[in-house]
């Protein structure tokens, strides 16, 4: 049947209309194709390019230049310096053992770094270069460099390796580096690929692991070309890595040394608090170590040493150990006492040497009492019964209050290892810690800082700093931060009434300049630079009846851990305090006679930044004191040369 001309005419236009449109959809799509090779081609040609090159380019990572770290006046505490050594290209050696043979004749390769570097090549690609021998001298790379064509895949090199100049003194604030381990790897979620590079050092312990990701820094890379195998040809092109950040801390290196020197070879801790700041002026712990034995890692002998030592030299006391803080608590309950109005200045309690609670005798350290005494008078001779009859007034809430709105049992937010909280103790603690219900004794006992009470030397200083000025001093250990300065630890108000704290500090006054004080010996004679303290005396033993009925043992009778902890804390100069001071001796006895001494002497040679003049010593101590300030001058010639080097 033939078309009329009308049906073709539309069927001739419905074709065109088809026709135009998957023309229009073939150019849109020849459009879109061309953009897209245009993007491939030009503005990602560079991306490509070097996805096509992969074959024989490689990306490897430069090692950034670690942070170095400060004290407050410039005064290097940890830098690193050009380190020689050897390393070993397994796929470039040949014979392994043949060429370390030939090598150990031209340079003393120690054993267990050998073995350490054999492990390491075992399990790495034959091309990665393995450190054989570290921080060797120039002799040593000189006599490779000349026997070279005999040491194949040996080659000397230099990289930086971390220093401590002030070697123990700052140990335990800023702690040390050393190979990261495999241990290390695994406690960590997306490790770094730069941590991956064999015997990269990382911080282990102390300040160098807390801020590990500021000091670290940025790696580098460097585009190679390699060869099938994959050695290195050529260096394509360099791009350097961002170094770490430099720290300044908040302590003086030369107060820092003279701390050290002072405590000796006592298993002793003392800080020392810029009450104005809150900066850490000292912060020792004796004895203390070598951290550079720990840098290129410690062998078993030295490890042991340490380990086996009773007084703890790799433990840091000032913020990690906890102790009784004995009678340098009783500012803590006086506080709560007044504060809650449940005693005056003027109001006494009788001690006759003892108290009987619930069945239980709690003695006076004065066994003939001391009479009727007020809040002045029970500081200033520590009397016990005093706090045992405030303590059950105030209660064991309101005394757990006060200690940590003065600092104890806070762990306080510093970048040193183990920082430990301490404990103030409530009875809801003791029901969840311990499953028993508080007893009444246990408030007595808390009252002349024993029982469940403990507290850190930093936190003794922190409180004495609190009670110097009414304010919530912080402790601060970072001063800045590639110069920026940190925010300062000042603090606000603590709230407490003025009148109260002023009883407090003049109490404290008595202590160390009364004749009836405790701390009376071990006094400041000039008048700028007299201090206000508390002695304290922490049991470590039960003594049972019958060795009170016979006399209680003395301490220098006892096995030295069965002997009381010494502590005193102090704050100078009275009428304007600048600097708090703790200090805690282990198992040193009576904390007038050894701690405080040690602590006098911190808070003079603070104050004078170096040593103070003898006439501010009683004169009977001026002797024993210039022979001494010479016996510790000539502990601390380290410590003088970077003084006269300081930035």
Not at 3 to 24: E, H, N, V, W
Not at 449 to 469: D, E, K, N, Y
Not at 470 to 481: A, D, E, H, M, N
Not at 506 to 515: G, P
């Amino acid at each position: 049947m033939k078309r009329s001309p009308r049906d073709s005419a539309d069927s001739q236009r419905r074709i065109t209309r088809r026709g135009l449109i998957l023309g229009g959809a073939q150019a849109g799509i020849m459009g879109l194709l061309a953009l897209r090779m245009r993007y491939m081609q030009v503005d990602q040609a560079d991306k490509f390019r070097l996805l096509a090159e992969e074959n024989r380019v490689n990306i490897r990572l430069i090692p950034p230049a670690r942070g170095e770290i400060f004290d407050r006046n410039g005064a290097v505490i940890a830098r690193n310096e050009p380190a020689y050594r050897i390393v070993i290209v397994r796929e470039d050696a040949g014979n392994v053992d043949d060429t370390i043979r030939r090598l150990s004749s031209l340079v003393e390769l120690d054993e267990d770094e050998l073995n350490r570097a054999l492990t390491e090549m075992n399990r790495s690609a034959p091309f990665l270069p393995i450190t054989l021998a570290d921080r060797v001298t120039w002799e040593d790379i000189s006599r490779v460099a000349v026997n070279a064509p005999a040491l194949p895949g040996i080659t000397p090199e230099v990289g930086l390796s971390r220093v401590y100049p002030l070697n123990a003194d700052f140990a335990h604030v800023v702690g040390y580096v050393g190979p990261i381990s495999d241990y290390d790897l695994e406690r960590m979620e997306d490790p770094d690929q730069l941590l991956r590079i064999p015997r990269f050092q990382i911080g282990k312990v102390g300040l160098e692991a807390k801020l590990e990701d500021q000091l670290r820094g940025k790696a580098g890379a460097r585009r190679v070309e390699v060869n099938a195998v994959g050695r290195v040809m050529r260096e394509l092109d360099r791009r350097e890595g961002v170094a770490g950040s430099n720290l300044q801390l908040t302590v003086d290196h030369m107060l820092q040394n003279y701390v050290q020197a002072r405590l000796g070879e006592e298993s002793a801790s003392a800080v020392v608090v810029d009450c104005e700041s809150g900066d850490l002026l000292a912060i020792a712990s004796s004895p203390s170590f070598d951290p550079n034995l720990f840098v290129r890692g410690i062998s078993v002998a030295d490890y042991k040493d340490l380990t086996n030592n009773t007084y703890r030299p790799l433990a840091s006391k000032s913020v990690q150990g906890i102790y009784p803080p004995g009678s340098t608590f009783k500012m803590v309950v006086a506080l709560a006492g007044l504060e809650a109005g449940i005693i005056t200045p003027e109001d006494t309690y009788w001690c006759p040497g003892h108290l009987e609670v619930s069945g239980r005798r709690f003695h006076c350290w004065k066994g003939s009492g001391h009479g009727h005494m007020n809040l002045e008078g029970s500081l200033r001779e520590s009397c016990d019964v005093y706090y045992y009859e405030l303590s059950l007034e105030v209660g064991i809430e309101r005394i757990a209050a006060m200690a940590e709105k003065l600092g104890i049992g806070v762990r306080h937010d510093i970048p040193m290892s183990a920082v430990a909280q301490g404990l103030a103790p409530t009875k809801a603690w003791k029901r969840e810690v311990r499953g028993e219900d508080w007893l009444i004794g246990d408030t007595v006992n808390s009252a002349i800082g024993q029982g469940f009470v403990l507290a850190s030397p930093m936190q003794l200083a922190v409180m004495t700093a609190r009670i110097a000025t009414g304010r919530s001093v912080t402790p601060r250990l970072i001063k800045s931060v590639d110069s920026v300065e940190q925010p300062s630890g000042a603090g606000e108000s603590l709230g407490l009434n003025e009148n109260h704290l002023r009883q407090v500090r003049r109490a404290m006054f008595s202590v160390s300049n009364n004749r009836r004080g405790t701390a009376y010996s071990n006094r400041i004679i000039d008048d700028a630079y007299r201090m206000a303290g508390k002695t304290g005396t922490s049991q470590v033993r039960n003594i049972t009846t019958s060795e009170r009925a016979r006399g209680v043992t003395r301490n220098d009778q006892l096995p030295w851990n069965r002997r009381d902890h010494a502590l005193f804390v102090d704050f100078a100069p009275y009428d304007n305090p600048k600097i708090a001071v703790s200090v805690v001796v282990e198992h040193g006895g009576g904390g007038s006679a050894v701690a405080a001494p040690i602590a006098r002497d911190i808070t003079l040679q603070a104050l004078f930044k170096g040593d103070p003049p003898l006439e501010t010593y009683p004169e009977k101590d001026r002797g024993r004191i210039k022979s001494q300030q010479e016996k510790l001058r000539q502990l601390r010639p380290i410590a003088e040369s970077q003084g006269k080097s300081r930035a």
